[in-house]
């Protein structure tokens, strides 16, 4: 009965689902709960060699997930989280050479970066990569702010094994006035826990994962591009909690 209270009371880790886009469902702009970013093959975490920014440059197809493929490792193994300590060793995104390519590649790069850069701020409450990604300033500025990342920051809070998984439904975005638009799906899990100030709450199965559709819109201004569509309303489907792999 005390978890469940601290579930209704505590910020980072209440469980009520918005549908106000991909990161309003993980909570990142209100004081809701924000799950993760990028599969564990997106996220350096081990995995496979599918698909990802750093191929894409011969792609005429980038439906399927968003993956990255180059990260930092340098800290040392990798460690997951566990009840009592934080994930240690968290695996470096690293900025995809063709990132700022004005074409479909380098938007699709720019997309996949935003999404290991926010798995990894979950993991590891660092957010400069975020700060450094493609996604646009209001998005994230309101991304920033929110007071999930203040927790994760303490070193005192964190999250049992967040991960987001994007996966684009079309082959290429579609252009129109400078603007394009891509349709993905977010699938979100937090995990089967979180931690917060030293206590542990377990999360119940139907709310450890959330799938959400959404629009990306970009355009590509200052020899960069710019992501938003984030907190966009979008169609959120509760009992999709099921359709999301761990892979």
């Not at 496979?48 to 997930?65: I, K, L, N, P, V």
């Not at 290991?116 to 993991?123: D, I, P, R, S, V």
């Not at 439904?169 to 030293?198: Q, S």
Request: with cysteine; aromatic share 8%; net charge negative.
């Amino acid at each position: 009965m005390g978890n469940n209270h601290r579930l209704k009371d505590n910020n980072m880790l209440t469980t009520s689902v918005s549908r106000r886009g991909a990161l309003g469902v993980l909570g990142l702009g209100s004081a809701a709960f924000l799950a993760a970013c990028s599969s564990s093959n997106s996220n350096g975490n081990g995995g496979d060699s599918g698909a990802s920014a750093s191929s894409t440059s011969t792609r005429s197809d980038y439906s399927g997930e968003a993956k990255i493929d180059k990260f930092d490792t340098s800290a040392g193994t990798y460690e997951p989280a566990t009840r009592e300590t934080p994930a240690k060793n968290v695996p470096k995104p690293i900025k995809p050479e063709n990132m700022n390519e004005n074409s479909v590649a380098g938007l699709y790069s720019s997309i996949a970066f935003i999404g290991a850069a926010l798995q990894y701020a979950l993991q590891t409450g660092d957010v400069s990569l975020i700060k450094e990604s493609a996604m646009s300033d209001e998005d994230k500025e309101r991304t920033l702010s929110g007071a999930l990342f203040a927790e994760l920051q303490g070193g005192k809070s964190w999250l049992a094994d967040p991960k987001i998984v994007m996966n684009f439904e079309d082959a290429k975005p579609k252009e129109e006035n400078g603007t394009y638009t891509w349709p993905v799906t977010v699938n979100v899990t937090r995990g089967e826990y979180g931690v917060h100030d030293g206590e542990v709450v377990d999360f119940p199965e139907e709310q450890q994962k959330q799938t959400q559709k959404i629009n990306f819109t970009a355009k590509y201004d200052n020899n960069k591009w710019s992501v938003g569509g984030f907190y966009e309303t979008g169609g959120s489907d509760s009992s999709a909690s099921h359709d999301t792999q761990d892979s």
